[in-house]
Every structure is written in C-alpha cells, then in structure tokens.
Nanobody, 122 residues
Framework: VQLQASGGGLVQAGGSLRLSCAAS????????MAWFRQAPGKEREFVAG????????AYADSVKGRFTISRDNAKNTVYLQMNSLKSEDTAVYFC????????????????WGQGTEVTVSS
C-alpha cells in the first residue's frame, strides 16, 4: 500500500505545474486526500484537501485561487494543479491519505507519499 507523488520540477515564477499522486495496493476512494508541503527549515504545512465522497475542497490561504486539488477515484489518483507559482511555493510536496475527514493537521494522516520537489525561480 503506497502513494506515489510525481510532477515536480523547476519552473519560473508565474508558471504552472501539475502534481499527481497515484495510490496502489488498495482503493483509496473512501479516503480523504490532501497535499502538504515542507520548505527547508520550515514545518510541514497543509496546502489542500479533498473529501472522498462530496469532493469538497479546502485550501491554505496562501494558495487559494492559484492551486486546485482534484481526484479521479477510478484511477486512484489525486492531482494538484498549481498556477501562478511564486518563489515562496518552493518546497517538497507530499500527498497523504486519511480514512477520517481531512484536516489541516498532518497528524490526521496515516499514509504518505515520498514527496516531489518543486522549485520556483524568480
């Protein structure tokens, strides 16, 4: 059972990237999913979350209006579309799953992907 994040890379400020998180080993259609990020020297922070049933979403204030989280339960995959990227978005991005309602606290999540690095140059 694992989550595999991909799609990170180097992009100029103002550019876009789409991250993917593919789940394997079991179905995650009943799990709430989220993306977190961690910049060097900083704590891991919530970026976006999505409910498994309603598809309702939540975002950190710092990314609201620029990032969009979505999921395809048939493909067992969650996405993070990142537009208008800023240098402060530079971080390692992690996807996470929880059988409970998503939370902005990382302790709620019991399964994590390995992280994909996003670097935004100014």
């Amino acid at each position: 059972v694992q989550l595999q994040a991909s799609g990170g890379g180097l992009v100029q400020a103002g550019g876009s990237l789409r991250l993917s998180c593919a789940a394997s080993g079991r179905t995650f259609s009943n799990d709430d999913m989220a993306w977190f990020r961690q910049a060097p020297g900083k704590e891991r922070e919530f970026v976006a979350g999505i409910r498994w049933n309603s598809g309702s979403t939540a975002y950190a204030d710092s990314v609201k209006g620029r990032f969009t989280i979505s999921r395809d339960n048939a493909k067992n995959t969650v996405y993070l579309q990142m537009n208008s990227l800023k240098s402060e978005d530079t971080a390692v991005y992690f996807c996470a799953a929880t059988p409970m309602e998503y939370s902005r606290s990382y302790v709620r999540y019991d399964l994590w992907g390995q992280g994909t690095e996003v670097t935004v140059s100014s």
